[in-house]
C-alpha cells in the first residue's frame, strides 16, 4: 500500500524488572521480574520502518502445536 518494502529485522528479547508505571497496567507488584521484547524492521534502504517494544508477565508461556 504505501510501497515500502522490508528487507530485514531484528528482535531482542530480555528479562527485566517492570517500572512502577507498567507495573501498575499490568496488575503486578512493582520490581517483579517480566520479559521485554524488542522488533525493528528496516526498509531496503536500510531505514527503520517499524518499531514494537512489548512487555509481557512472568511466565510467559508458548504453546506449540
Known sequence: ???INLK???EIIVAILVSDE???????KRAEPVILRKR????EYN?????????YK???VI???
Open 1 to 3: 500500500k504505501f510501497g
Open 8 to 10: 530485514h529485522g531484528r
Open 22 to 28: 507498567d507495573a501498575a497496567l499490568l496488575d503486578i
Open 40 to 43: 525493528f524492521h528496516y526498509s
Open 47 to 55: 531505514q527503520p520502518v517499524l518499531y514494537m517494544e512489548s512487555i
Open 58 to 60: 512472568t511466565p510467559f
Open 63 to 65: 504453546e506449540l502445536r
